[in-house]
């Protein structure tokens, strides 16, 4: 890439908050990519009150009228590659960082950081979205909308961003033999206490925790994935999944029950309450259960 100039960079400066990106590529005859990555570096902005941004606001308004969405957003939504991609907890976090540290030295990008909207603009999108709801014809009122949400949801949940509401559980991080586990009820942790004590017995070779997700393919709607507590190996090379269940509500008995419709050879153990009291009788105080 040709290197930029000191009077390219005053020109740059000058002229791009009043004329915009195109005339100053033409002017300095350079690319689109390139002008976008100097101003982004020397953090250029244009100038709302020139007449080129207002007259580039009005083109673009008279561009989107009567139209459902722009060409360009239908054209990323078919074609974009990463439309089903779940980002992992560790790329996440490197984002964060990475955001963090370009807000610190450049500021916010729009200067928004920390404003509201007023009252009278919640006002207008709360009427908006409501009446968007009662047209049938909307594009949120339709099968394809309700089903995109569906999958994002599904597979939000099972990232682990949407979390099933344990009210009467006790969840949180707890200590099993050195080992720090988030849990979410203490009849999980104390589970995870009970089978370190078959290793120790060598009756079974060690445990895992919601490790692995089961799909239900052909389902649309509703209960779609299962994700068993914990993955119990009896063998090297064999194992089992026990899932610890004090209460078995609808969504919970549809799971298993597609358990066995689409995964047949899995064997799964459920631990309800009558099992779990009868292992906390029996070794509870022994293990030192919580």
């Known amino acids: 890439m040709k290197k930029w100039t000191k009077k390219e960079l005053d020109f740059l400066i000058k002229n791009y908050p009043n004329r915009g990106r195109l005339w100053c590529c033409k002017k300095l005859k350079r690319s689109d990519g390139s002008i976008r990555q100097m101003t982004s570096d020397l953090n250029l902005k244009q100038n709302v009150n020139s007449e080129f941004f207002k007259d580039w606001q ?4 008279k561009s989107k009228i009567g139209k459902k969405r722009p060409e360009h957003s239908k054209f990323m939504k078919k074609n974009c590659k990463w439309k089903n991609r779940i980002v992992s907890d560790k790329e996440k976090e490197r984002m964060s960082e990475r955001t963090k540290k370009w807000i610190k030295e450049k500021g916010h990008p729009r200067g928004m950081l920390g404003k509201k909207q007023t009252e009278k603009v919640k006002k207008i999108s709360a009427e908006n979205l409501k009446n968007a709801w009662k047209d049938k014809n909307n594009y949120i009122n339709s099968k394809e909308h309700r089903q995109i949400l569906s999958d994002r949801a599904s597979k939000l949940q099972q990232s682990g961003i949407f979390k ?105 153990i459920l631990i309800d309450a009558p099992v779990y009291k009868d292992i906390k009788n029996k070794l509870g105080r022994l293990l030192g259960f919580f």
């Open 58 to 61: 009005e083109r673009a308004r």
């Open 164 to 268: 099933n509401r344990y009210s009467n559980s006790k969840k949180g991080t707890y200590n099993i033999n050195g080992k720090k586990i988030f849990f979410r009820s203490m009849w999980e942790a104390n589970y995870a206490l009970y089978l370190d004590f078959l290793i120790k017995q060598k009756e079974i070779v060690k445990w895992e925790f919601e490790v692995d997700t089961f799909w239900f393919l052909k389902i649309k709607r509703g209960v779609r994935s299962y994700k068993p507590d914990f993955k119990v190996y009896t063998s090297k090379n064999k194992f089992e999944y026990h899932e610890v269940k004090g209460w078995m509500d609808n969504k919970s008995k549809t799971k298993l029950r597609r358990m066995k419709i689409y995964y047949p050879e899995v064997k799964m």
